[in-house]
């Protein structure tokens, strides 16, 4: 591998010479620049990360928090995750991937230089990390939404909109007893952002249609699944329409409707808050609001470069929900009324 000596002797110049034609920081002769340009190009010289670093002020590294926590889809976060890293390869920078739920972390990588900016997920309400973040050199933008997005910059799924949506959409076939299975309960008792916003969207809806509510938490695995179904209908026998945010225990929701002898798309309509291919990969194409995670990654890539090239003022992006009907929804028994 070339080194910048090589590359000095190839043009016959100085080893600093070459560090100022790469940096910018002395103004060289334009043949001087030439014979080092080609010298570069011939050897494929390549100049170390923290050389680049020194010389440019830049990493060409973006940090990624992506905290793998207890009651997180990790299929979902990788959604998240490919949108990040394809986004930023298109800027030429790296992502380093942080997983860990610690604050220290955060705060080693915003303390020093080893990233240009940040992207942050797994928003809470109250979050730990985001004095830190609102305070570090490093442009932030966040996966999810604060309880005080003032000053942040942000971009999501606009969750409480998707939770209307799914009710008016209920609530439009003749549905007036609905339901949800949410998030695990760890995830709501950290207040996650999205859960607690797709929540406050469904029964604000709820309200506003006359159509009765309950809202069940549910574990991810087939036992907590099965527990939330088996309340659900324990709880609340009218309900005729489910609203299931919850990738990892939506096969198993349907699979426990299914030993009760409940005929999902007849019996009772399901409406799946997921990325589409979940939604599709069901037993039954699920009628469903899409999460657009790979989408939500690269706008965030895009916010946070739009920040390292200037000051950008602080920003919330919310993605309209869209909603595809497919074989899961039924009409309820108010759309017979008249029959």
Do not use: W
């Not at 009628?287 to 602080?314: C, F, K, N, Y």
């Amino acid at each position: 591998m070339a080194t910048i000596d090589d590359v000095a002797q190839a043009a016959g110049v100085s080893a600093s010479t070459v560090s100022y034609v790469l940096s910018g920081k002395r103004p060289i002769s334009a043949p001087t620049r030439a014979r080092v340009e080609r010298a570069i190009e011939k050897l494929g010289y390549r100049p170390h990360a923290g050389a680049r670093a020194l010389a440019s002020a830049r990493t060409n590294v973006i940090a990624l928090m992506a905290p793998l926590r207890v009651g997180v889809n990790v299929p979902v976060i990788m959604q998240f995750v490919t949108g990040v890293v394809t986004r930023a390869r298109d800027f030429d920078h790296d992502v380093l991937l942080l997983t860990q739920d610690d604050v220290s972390g955060l705060d080693r990588v915003t303390g020093g230089s080893m990233v240009d900016a940040l992207v942050m997920m797994d928003i809470e309400a109250d979050d730990p990390r985001v004095p830190l973040v609102a305070a570090a050199k490093q442009p932030t933008v966040l996966v999810g939404l604060p309880e005080d997005p003032e000053g942040l910059s942000c971009v999501d799924l606009d969750f409480e909109a998707a939770g209307r949506l799914a009710v008016r959409h209920l609530a439009a076939a003749g549905h007036t007893d609905v339901a949800l299975i949410g998030s695990p309960p760890e995830v709501l008792r950290r207040h996650t952002s999205y859960a607690e916003r797709l929540m406050r969207g469904l029964r604000n809806q709820a309200t506003a249609s006359d159509v009765a509510v309950h809202v069940e938490a549910c574990d991810s695995s087939p036992s907590g699944a099965a527990e939330a179904v088996d309340t659900l209908l324990a709880t609340a026998p009218d309900t005729t329409g489910i609203v299931v945010h919850n990738e990892g225990a939506l096969p198993h929701v349907l699979s426990r409707l299914a030993e009760h002898d409940i005929v999902v798309g007849a019996d009772m309509s399901v409406v799946a808050v997921c990325p589409r291919d979940v939604a599709l990969s069901q037993r039954i194409p699920m009628t469903s609001i899409d999460l657009p995670a790979e989408d939500i990654g690269r706008v965030a890539v895009d916010m946070v470069m739009t920040r390292l090239d200037g000051d950008q003022p602080s920003e919330t992006r919310l993605l309209a929900p869209v909603l595809t009907e497919r074989a899961s929804s039924a009409p309820g028994p108010a759309a017979g009324d008249d029959d």
